[in-house]
C-alpha cells in the first residue's frame, strides 16, 4: 500500500469545500440520522439551509418551545437506542431546552443538542444572547464542547455520537458559533461511528453462578438503557431456567415483558406491600443496566446506601457507577446486551428451591390488576384497565410526571422496547412531546398520552406538531384542578393547610378542537369506553390528535388512596406526638 493510500484509510474522501453547516449536516446523514427536532433560530441559519439537501434521508420536525423539542428527542433516544438529535438557538432556545438534558442525562439516554452560539468575534463581551455553555451545561451531561473551528466539525461530531452512546448513555451539547458555520473548509467526512460494548468477564460470570447456588431468596431487577428485543429475550431466558422473580426499576416498565409468569412487579414509590418485601427479604439480588436511583430504592431505604442487607450484583455499563453508592458483593462492568448474551450460556445445577416463591410473587402482581374502588362517578384505576383490555400489545403509553401517572403504571402491562416512555427524573410537560415522538417513528402504532391538566398545560403548544405532521395520538388529561401530587405532599406533611395548589382550567376538550383534533369529557365510568373508542378511530382515520378530558373526584388522588385517607392519617400522627410531648 502506498503511503498516500495509506493515510486515508478508514477516512471519507476529500471534499469539495463547503460551509460549515453543510460539513454538519452531511456527518449526521452518515451517522444514520433520520429526523431532527428543532425550534428554528437564526444563530444556526447555516444548517437549517443545509438540511435542505438532506430531504430524502432526514426529517426535520419544527416544534413550538424548545423543551418540546428537546423532549422529542430524548424520547427518540429512548425508542431507538441512537441519540436524539436537537437543534435549538442560543440563549433562551439553550435555556428553554436544557430541561429536556437534565431529563437525558438521570434517564441515561444518548441525546445530542446542538444551540447556536455568537461568533468567536464576539465572544466574551456578553454579546446578544450569548451563554457559556461549557458553565451551563457542565452538570448536567456527558460532554459539553464548543466546535470554534470549521475544519474539525467531523471530528466533534464523531466524538459526540461516541460519548452519547458508550457506558452509560446520555446527552451531549455542542455550541455552535456562527462563524464557525458560516466559514468553509475543504476538510473529509468520517465514517458513521462504531458504539463500544462492556462485557463482563469469565470470572465475574463464574462468581455470579456461586452467588446463584447459595441462594434461596433471590430477585432479578431490570432497568436502565440500551435494551434491545434479543436482549430481553435472553433475560427472559435466564429468569426462566432459574425460575428468577423479575420486577422493573422505576419507570423503566419496557425493560421487561409484563406479560410474562416471571413478573412480579414494577419497583419504586407506590409498589405494593407485598414486593416490597421481596425485595427486602431477598438474599441475592442481581440488579441489570440500573442504577437502583432514589425512586427505585425508596429513598435508598429498600436497597440501602452504602452496603446494601441484600448480597447485590451489581451489572452497569459504566464502571464510575459501580461502588459509588452501593457496595456490591460483586459489581459486573458490562452493558445490558453483553450481559444478556453471558447469561445465556448459564444453566442452573439443579431445579431451582424458590420457584414456589416465584409463583407467589406472579400471583401476588395478578391480584393487583382488578380496579381498586374509587370515589366519585369515575373510577381512575377502572379507566387504566379499561384502556389496557383495549389497545394492541405493541401500543406505547406516555406520560409525563404526576399522581395520574401512577394509574398506567400500576394496571397497564408493557411488552417491551417502545411501549414505555416516561421520564424517571419526573420531569412534567414530557408526555405530549414523547407520545408524539413514538408516532413519528412509529406511525402504524397505537400512541395514548396520559397527562395531568398541570403537566399537559406545560407543552400543549406541540399539539400543533401533532396537526401539521398529522399524527393520530390519543390524549388522556386528567382534571383535578390542581396540583395533585404537592397537594398529596402538603396534605401528608401540613394536614388541613392547603394553598397555593388550586387552579382554574380551560376546557381542553375545544381547546383540542382550535388544533383541528377530537375532543370530549369525561366523568363517569359508563361514558368512558365510548369515547375512547372514538378517540381511537378518529386518531386512526383522521390522522390528527383525539383528547378525552376526564373530570374525576380529586380526592382520588392515586390508586387505593384518597387525599381524605392521606390527610387523616397526618392528623392522627399529629395527635400521637402531641400526646406523647404533653408533660
Given at each position: 500500500m502506498?503511503?498516500?493510500a495509506?493515510s486515508?484509510?478508514?477516512r471519507?474522501p476529500e471534499?469539495a469545500?463547503?460551509?460549515?453547516?453543510?460539513?454538519?449536516?452531511?456527518q449526521?446523514?452518515?451517522?444514520g440520522?433520520?429526523?431532527?427536532?428543532l425550534v428554528?433560530?437564526?444563530?444556526y441559519?447555516p444548517?437549517?439551509?443545509?438540511?435542505?439537501?438532506?430531504?430524502?434521508?432526514?426529517?426535520?420536525?419544527?416544534?413550538?418551545q424548545?423543551?418540546?423539542?428537546g423532549?422529542?428527542a430524548?424520547?427518540?433516544?429512548?425508542?431507538?437506542?441512537e441519540?436524539?438529535?436537537?437543534f435549538?438557538?442560543?440563549?433562551?432556545?439553550?435555556t428553554?431546552?436544557?430541561?429536556?438534558?437534565?431529563?437525558?442525562?438521570?434517564?441515561?439516554?444518548?441525546m445530542i443538542?446542538?444551540?447556536?452560539?455568537?461568533?468567536?468575534?464576539?465572544y466574551e463581551?456578553?454579546?446578544?444572547?450569548e451563554?457559556?455553555?461549557?458553565r451551563?451545561?457542565g452538570?448536567?451531561?456527558?460532554?459539553?464542547?464548543?466546535i470554534?473551528?470549521?475544519?474539525?466539525?467531523?471530528?466533534?461530531?464523531?466524538r459526540?455520537?461516541?460519548v452519547?452512546?458508550?457506558?452509560?448513555p446520555g446527552?451531549v451539547v455542542?455550541?455552535?458559533?456562527?462563524?464557525t458555520l458560516w466559514?468553509?473548509?475543504?476538510?473529509?467526512?468520517l465514517?458513521?461511528?462504531?458504539?463500544?460494548?462492556s462485557?463482563?468477564?469469565?470470572q465475574?460470570?463464574s462468581a455470579l453462578?456461586?452467588?446463584?447456588a447459595d441462594?434461596?431468596?433471590p430477585f432479578?431487577l431490570?432497568?436502565g438503557?440500551?435494551?434491545?428485543p434479543q436482549?430481553?429475550?435472553?433475560?427472559?431466558g435466564f429468569?426462566e431456567?432459574?425460575a428468577?422473580p423479575v420486577?422493573?426499576?422505576w419507570r423503566r416498565?419496557?425493560?421487561?415483558d409484563?406479560?410474562h409468569?416471571?413478573?412480579?412487579?414494577?419497583?419504586?414509590?407506590?409498589?405494593?406491600?407485598?414486593l416490597?418485601?421481596?425485595?427486602r427479604d431477598?438474599?441475592?439480588?442481581i440488579?441489570?443496566?440500573?442504577?437502583?436511583g432514589?425512586a427505585?430504592t425508596?429513598?435508598?431505604?429498600?436497597?440501602e446506601?452504602?452496603l446494601?442487607?441484600?448480597?447485590?450484583?451489581?451489572?452497569?455499563p459504566?464502571?464510575n457507577e459501580?461502588?459509588r453508592?452501593?457496595?456490591?458483593?460483586?459489581?459486573?462492568?458490562?452493558?445490558?446486551?453483553?450481559?444478556?448474551?453471558?447469561?445465556d450460556?448459564?444453566?442452573?445445577?439443579?431445579?431451582?428451591?424458590?420457584?414456589a416463591?416465584?409463583?407467589?410473587?406472579?400471583?401476588?402482581?395478578?391480584s393487583?390488576?382488578?380496579p381498586?374502588p374509587?370515589?366519585?362517578?369515575l373510577n381512575?384505576n377502572?379507566?387504566a384497565?379499561h384502556?389496557?383490555?383495549?389497545?394492541p400489545e405493541?401500543?406505547?403509553?406516555?406520560?409525563?410526571?404526576?399522581n395520574y401517572a401512577l394509574?398506567?403504571?400500576a394496571?397497564?402491562?408493557f411488552k417491551?422496547?417502545?411501549t414505555?416512555?416516561?421520564p424517571?427524573?419526573?420531569s412534567?410537560?414530557y408526555?405530549?412531546?414523547?407520545?408524539?415522538s413514538?408516532?413519528?417513528?412509529?406511525p402504524e402504532r397505537?400512541?395514548?398520552c396520559?397527562?395531568g391538566?398541570?403537566?399537559?398545560?406545560?407543552?400543549?403548544?406541540?399539539l400543533g406538531v401533532?396537526?401539521q405532521y398529522?399524527l393520530g395520538?390519543v390524549v388522556?388529561?386528567?382534571?383535578?384542578?390542581?396540583?395533585?401530587?404537592i397537594?398529596?405532599?402538603?396534605e401528608?406533611?401540613f394536614?388541613g393547610r392547603?394553598?397555593?395548589?388550586?387552579?382554574d382550567n380551560p376546557?381542553?376538550s375545544?381547546?383540542?378542537?382550535a388544533?383541528?383534533?377530537?375532543?370530549?369529557v369525561v366523568?363517569?365510568?359508563?361514558e368512558?369506553g365510548?369515547a375512547f373508542a372514538?378517540a381511537?378511530?378518529?386518531?386512526?382515520?383522521?390522522?390528527?390528535?383525539?383528547?378525552?378530558?376526564l373530570?374525576?373526584?380529586p380526592?382520588?388522588?392515586?390508586p387505593?388512596?384518597?387525599?381524605?385517607?392521606?390527610r387523616?392519617?397526618?392528623?392522627a400522627?399529629?395527635?400521637?406526638s402531641?400526646?406523647?410531648?404533653?408533660p
Open positions: 502506498t503511503e498516500a495509506s486515508t484509510v478508514g471519507g471534499t469545500e463547503r460551509n460549515g453547516g453543510q460539513i454538519l449536516v452531511q449526521l446523514r452518515i451517522h440520522v433520520k429526523r431532527v427536532f428554528p433560530g437564526e444563530s441559519l444548517c437549517i439551509d443545509a438540511l435542505y439537501d438532506h430531504q430524502d434521508a432526514i426529517q426535520p420536525v419544527v416544534c413550538r424548545e423543551s418540546g423539542a423532549y422529542m430524548e424520547a427518540y433516544g429512548k425508542l431507538t437506542g441519540p436524539g438529535i436537537c435549538v438557538t442560543r440563549g433562551p432556545g439553550a428553554n431546552a436544557s430541561i429536556a438534558v437534565h431529563t437525558a442525562y438521570q434517564d441515561s439516554t444518548p443538542l446542538f444551540v447556536g452560539q455568537v461568533g468567536n468575534d464576539f463581551r456578553e454579546a446578544f444572547q451563554i457559556d455553555y461549557r451551563m451545561f452538570q448536567m451531561a456527558k460532554w459539553v464542547a464548543q470554534d473551528r470549521t475544519d474539525r466539525i467531523p471530528e466533534f461530531i464523531a459526540a455520537f461516541a452519547a452512546t458508550s457506558g452509560r446527552p455542542l455550541a455552535l458559533p456562527e462563524d466559514g468553509k473548509a475543504a476538510v473529509a467526512d465514517p458513521r461511528y462504531q458504539r463500544s460494548h462485557a463482563p468477564t469469565p465475574a460470570m453462578s456461586t452467588l446463584l441462594a434461596r431468596r432479578l431490570v432497568g438503557s440500551g435494551w434491545t436482549a430481553m429475550r435472553q433475560i427472559e429468569a431456567r432459574f428468577l420486577g422493573v426499576a416498565l419496557e425493560c421487561f409484563n406479560h409468569p416471571h413478573f412480579a412487579g414494577h419497583v419504586g414509590w407506590g409498589m405494593t406491600e407485598a416490597r418485601g421481596r425485595i431477598a438474599d441475592l439480588l440488579a441489570v443496566g440500573t442504577r437502583m432514589e427505585t425508596e429513598g435508598y431505604t429498600l436497597v446506601s452504602p446494601p442487607r441484600q448480597r447485590l450484583v451489581h451489572v452497569y459504566d464502571a459501580l461502588g453508592v452501593f457496595q456490591a458483593a460483586l459489581p459486573v462492568a458490562a452493558d445490558v446486551v453483553s450481559f444478556a448474551q453471558a447469561v450460556g448459564l444453566r442452573p445445577a439443579g431445579e431451582p428451591v424458590w420457584s416463591q416465584t409463583r407467589a410473587a406472579r400471583d401476588d402482581y395478578l393487583r390488576q382488578e381498586a374509587a370515589p366519585g362517578p381512575l377502572a379507566a384497565c384502556v389496557r383490555d383495549h389497545v405493541d401500543a406505547c403509553i406516555t406520560v409525563g410526571a404526576g394509574f398506567p403504571h394496571y397497564y402491562r417491551g422496547i417502545g414505555s416512555l416516561a424517571t427524573v419526573g412534567m410537560g408526555g405530549l412531546p414523547a407520545a408524539i413514538a408516532k413519528l417513528e412509529h397505537t400512541v395514548v396520559y397527562a391538566d398541570g403537566c399537559f398545560q406545560m407543552n400543549l403548544q406541540e401533532a396537526m398529522r395520538i388522556l388529561v386528567f382534571n383535578n384542578g390542581m396540583w395533585g401530587t397537594r398529596a405532599h402538603q401528608r406533611e394536614p392547603t394553598i397555593a395548589l388550586g387552579f376546557d381542553f375545544e381547546l383540542v378542537r388544533y383541528r383534533g377530537h375532543g370530549e366523568a363517569s365510568d359508563a368512558f365510548p372514538r381511537l378511530a378518529f386518531a386512526s382515520t383522521q390522522r390528527l390528535p383525539a383528547l378525552i378530558e373530570r374525576y373526584d380526592d382520588g388522588i392515586a387505593g388512596m384518597t387525599l381524605t385517607q392521606i387523616e392519617a397526618a392528623l400522627r399529629q395527635s400521637q402531641q400526646s406523647q410531648a404533653a
